[in-house]
């Protein structure tokens, strides 16, 4: 069992910049591919950005050059840096951890509880 918690999130204007956090504690953090995903008001989970377990690292093409994941074992915690956020970043923001990366949501094992994620035009 692993436990997740996210915090960073904010109302933020558009092009600011927030980042992330997502605290993990249970079996061994290193274990587990990490991913950060967000959902809209009325729209789907989306994948965002994941991190394998060996640091390797994937994008959603919208975010690519603005956002960057990252992950450091030794704190348990995996980060998403946000920057030049833009309107359509608002969403609620997930972390979800999985032995393999993959982009679907609903194969991801664990979950945090979300963190709000609002960008001002």
């Known amino acids: 069992q692993v436990q997740m918690v996210e915090s960073g999130g904010g109302l933020v204007q558009a092009g600011g910049s927030l980042r992330l956090s997502c605290a993990a504690s249970?079996?061994?953090?290193?274990?587990?591919?990490m991913g950060w995903f967000r959902q809209a008001p009325r729209k789907e989970r989306e994948f965002v950005a994941a991190i394998s377990r060996s640091g390797d690292t994937y994008y959603l093409n919208s975010v690519k050059g603005r956002f960057t994941i990252s992950r450091d074992n030794a704190k348990n915690t995996v980060y998403l840096q946000m920057n030049s956020l833009k309107p359509e970043d608002t969403a609620v923001y997930y972390c979800?951890?999985?032995?393999?990366?993959?982009?679907?949501?609903?194969?991801?094992?664990?979950w945090g509880q979300g963190t709000q994620v609002t960008v001002s035009s």
């Open positions: 979800a951890a999985r032995y393999e990366v993959t982009l679907r949501p609903e194969r991801y094992d664990y």
């Open positions: 249970g079996r061994t953090f290193s274990g587990y591919a």
